[in-house]
């Protein structure tokens, strides 16, 4: 996708395609090896969030079950954690396939930044349905206190819930982690970056769903030693608290991508040193990848192409290094512009 004025530039504009199309040919391969702009598919990311709305529904049946025989506030909240789970994987889904919609003329740079809206609504789904209502319950459990019984079903529920939890987290660190090996950074660190809300709702869902387990069961095993149902009850406050750290962080991750944010700077440094080996760039002086959706970026930027070329000659040039960056699916659209003779050169 070259600039869209251009394509209004009537008969001129065709000389500069049929340039475009044969410098594409000619080398994108330097290009292609920057991470981001190598694009990658959305198919893992579905499958992904699907894995994890099938768990977190089987769980959220049998924690409710076990809530109502046991009594235990713990389970209460755990159920509640669940449902709220599968919940938010619906609006995952919602925003996976909105996100995905092709660039029409109200939108030319296609419906990517929809997958953080819809990735919002579900980490506010989060704070709500799942921290609010496990915290609540807690607090109403101190003030009421109420014995558990029949322990033993709980703590089977506890554990059959962390297996199928266990699954779903291992399915998120799998893309995760070979994702993270092409951008060069740890699990966490690409969990944190990447421009997948939905990989890294369910990432951050199933470690917190892993870890509220265990202090349900923390919180059930002191109920059953004590006789006391503080300790269920302090769980139930715990596991709140918990999802409502991890609700705020997917918030406001979600509403850093909304309000428009640049491409990792390693991805940057990569995308200048991959200009820069290009035989028909002599320096880079500005160059700016805003993320505009998952795996998507936008591209600006200014260049100092070699030789001494005729104005309309460069104009052909740049609409050509234009299209190398949009031959690859993950850029939207790409503005190349002459540099200055006084302007510094980026250093990669």
Known sequence: MAREQGGEQGGEQAPALVATEGAVRGSREPLMSVPLLRGSSASESLTTVLVAFGANVLVAVAKSAAAVVTGSASLVAEAAHS????????????????????PDRAHPFGHGREAYVWSLFAALGL??????????????ELIHPEPAER????????????????????????QARSEAE??????IEHVMATSDPTLRAVFAEDSAALTGLVIAAAGLAAHQLTGSPVPDAVGSILVGVLL??????LINRNRRFLVGEEADPKVRSAAVRALNE?????????LR????????????????????DTESHVAVRLRALEAKFCASPAVAGAVLSLSAPDEPTLQA
């Open 278 to 286: 290009m035989p028909e760039v002599a320096r880079v002086t500005y």
């Open 127 to 140: 704070f709500v349905a799942g921290a609010a209502v496990s915290v609540t319950h807690g607090i109403q």
């Open 83 to 102: 449902w709220a789970d599968s919940g938010n994987e619906i609006f995952l889904l919602i925003a996976n396939r909105r996100a995905r919609r092709p």
């Open 289 to 308: 990848l805003e993320v505009i959706g998952p795996r998507m970026v936008f591209v600006t930027g200014d260049v100092d192409l070699t030789g001494d």
């Open 151 to 174: 322990f033993l079903v709980g703590y089977v529920v506890l554990a059959m819930s962390f297996v199928l939890e266990g699954i779903s987290f291992l399915q998120s660190v799998r």
């Open 182 to 187: 092409s951008f060069q950074r740890d699990l």
């Open 244 to 249: 409502g750290v991890v609700a705020v962080i």
